[in-house]
């Protein structure tokens, strides 16, 4: 049996990226935090001042043997707009942008031509400017943003 494995994606408010996650056969585990930035140990607020160059992420480990990365990739562009830079919905700044942390090569070339394979189909009006990136040092969100929407009992993030 195949080891756990890690991806990492950033497609707006970590809270709804992470409850689509979770809730796929397959998915070990789910944490929402920072990433892609030069802050070390940040802080929600840190992160949201667009100081520090993090990007709020879903790290999701999962069993290969269950569901395959590329069903991941599926999931993470249905699941946010990868034509609006700095911007999901709502929410606007730095730390929303579109962006896939890679952990390994093949994960990077899954990812690479997957988007390019979303270009060449249209399904977009607008460009893709989701970034595809080496992994960098993930750090963990505080306690309270962990499972957010499944704590609250709220199906985004943001109904009141």
Not at 105 to 123: C, D, H, I, N, Y
Not at 153 to 160: E, F, L, P, Q, Y
């Amino acid at each position: 049996m195949e080891s756990i494995k890690k991806a990492t994606f950033g497609a707006g408010c970590f809270w709804g990226v992470e409850a689509r996650f979770q809730r796929l056969p397959g998915v070990v585990r789910t944490s929402v935090g920072y990433s892609g930035g030069t802050t070390a140990n940040p802080t929600y607020r840190q992160v949201c001042s667009g100081t520090t160059g993090h990007v709020e992420v879903v790290e999701v480990d999962f069993d290969p043997t269950h569901i395959c990365y590329e069903t991941l990739l599926e999931h993470f562009w249905e699941g946010h707009d990868p034509t609006t830079r700095n911007r999901q919905g709502p929410d606007w700044g730095t730390q929303y942008r579109s962006v896939i942390f890679f952990h390994d090569a093949e994960q990077e070339a899954s990812a690479r031509a997957s988007k390019v394979a979303l270009e060449r189909e249209g399904r977009f009006r607008d460009s893709i400017v989701t970034e595809i990136r080496a992994a960098q040092p993930f750090y963990r969100a505080e306690e309270y943003h962990q499972q957010y929407l499944e704590k609250r009992g709220k199906a985004s993030c943001h109904t009141s």
